[in-house]
């Protein structure tokens, strides 16, 4: 591609007001060689689209109503022409000269996920740790501390619009499960991750907490499936169980009921289409 950049930055916003500013300020002062700015806004009608005016020599703004975030990223990878992709909201802030210290871990010979870590503002802690596919089970690596070889797009495709707020995480362990894709962890801290909003809340996605356990199951099997309801289930007692080394699970799993409410989150969907099988052979035999 004539004048390609090395990397596309692409920022999603919706009625984010101020604080989109704080996140263009920590991308502009970044080496300009290196990058371009596109940004897909919802058709804000707040003052968003005043503090992305500002700075519209720096960048490319489309402003349309959509159907969502990854509708927008889909919308941005589409408008870009850099090697690799990094996606950032509105609130999250880029390390200062972090695009200039990691610009020779990006390979160009095979599409790679190149990613670091994030520095969570609210709980005030650095995430980010080398992965394997099956840690996927259980997490997810921030996006913010992404970088995606636009050819990742071409072989796992884009996301999938179907899931509101979990889209990346199906793509991410489909890039890790892909023989045509590589992945290199970063020992860097990339962002600061502002955290929150509707990605924090796995229960809000209900299309992607039903469909995931089963791609795991079909990956996995059957006990890493379980292990992945569960954690859907008991989201925050699961991570005290697990980073406890399992020492806490016979007696938190056997005690206070967590059985019973993972059992029948499990056999209830069962349960109905028993139930729907029942209805549609009476019916027939009526």
């Known amino acids: 591609m004539a004048n390609q950049k090395l990397i596309s930055i692409i920022v999603v916003t919706y009625n984010c007001g101020q604080k989109i500013e704080n996140t263009l300020q920590s991308i502009l002062s970044q080496n300009r060689d290196l990058f371009e700015l596109i940004v897909i806004d919802g058709a804000s009608t707040d003052d968003t689209l005043d503090y992305l005016r500002k700075y519209k020599d720096d960048l490319t703004l489309i402003s349309e109503k959509d159907y969502g975030i990854y509708y927008a990223f889909n919308k941005g990878i589409d408008l870009t022409n850099g090697k690799y992709l990094y996606f950032i909201g509105a609130g999250d802030r880029l390390k200062p000269e972090i695009l200039e210290q990691i610009k020779d871990f990006l390979p160009s010979a095979k599409p790679t996920?190149?990613?670091?870590?994030?520095?969570?503002?609210?709980?005030?802690?650095?995430?980010?740790?080398?992965?394997?596919?099956?840690?996927?089970?259980?997490?997810?690596?921030?996006?913010?501390?992404?970088?995606?070889?636009?050819?990742?797009?071409?072989?796992?495709?884009?996301?999938?619009?179907?899931?509101?707020?979990?889209?990346?995480?199906?793509?991410?362990?489909?890039?890790?499960?892909?023989?045509?894709?590589?992945?290199?962890?970063?020992?860097?801290?990339?962002?600061?991750?502002?955290?929150?909003?509707?990605?924090?809340?796995?229960?809000?996605?209900?299309?992607?907490?039903?469909?995931?356990?089963?791609?795991?199951?079909?990956?996995?099997?059957?006990?890493?499936?379980?292990?992945?309801?569960?954690?859907?289930?008991?989201?925050?007692?699961?991570?005290?169980?697990?980073?406890?080394?399992?020492?806490?699970?016979?007696?938190?799993?056997?005690?206070?009921?967590?059985?019973?409410?993972?059992?029948i989150s499990v056999l209830t969907p069962v349960v109905r289409k028993f139930r729907a099988f029942k209805k549609t052979v009476r019916n027939k035999l009526l």
């Not at 992965?131 to 999938?160: P, S, W």
């Not at 179907?162 to 362990?173: G, K, V």
Request: hydrophobic content about 40%; overall charge positive; glycine content about 6%.
């Open 113 to 263: 996920l190149v990613y670091g870590k994030c520095y969570f503002k609210r709980q005030k802690y650095i995430n980010g740790k080398e992965f394997t596919a099956e840690l996927f089970i259980r997490d997810n690596i921030c996006h913010q501390g992404m970088f995606y070889h636009r050819g990742i797009f071409d072989i796992i495709g884009k996301y999938d619009v179907r899931y509101r707020l979990f889209a990346d995480w199906f793509l991410n362990l489909k890039c890790f499960l892909n023989e045509e894709t590589d992945e290199q962890f970063i020992d860097y801290v990339i962002a600061d991750y502002e955290e929150g909003g509707l990605s924090s809340r796995i229960k809000d996605d209900p299309v992607f907490k039903k469909d995931f356990p089963v791609f795991v199951k079909k990956k996995f099997g059957f006990f890493k499936s379980v292990v992945c309801r569960l954690f859907f289930t008991e989201p925050y007692i699961f991570n005290i169980i697990y980073y406890s080394n399992y020492h806490l699970f016979p007696a938190y799993f056997f005690s206070n009921y967590a059985l019973p409410r993972y059992l």
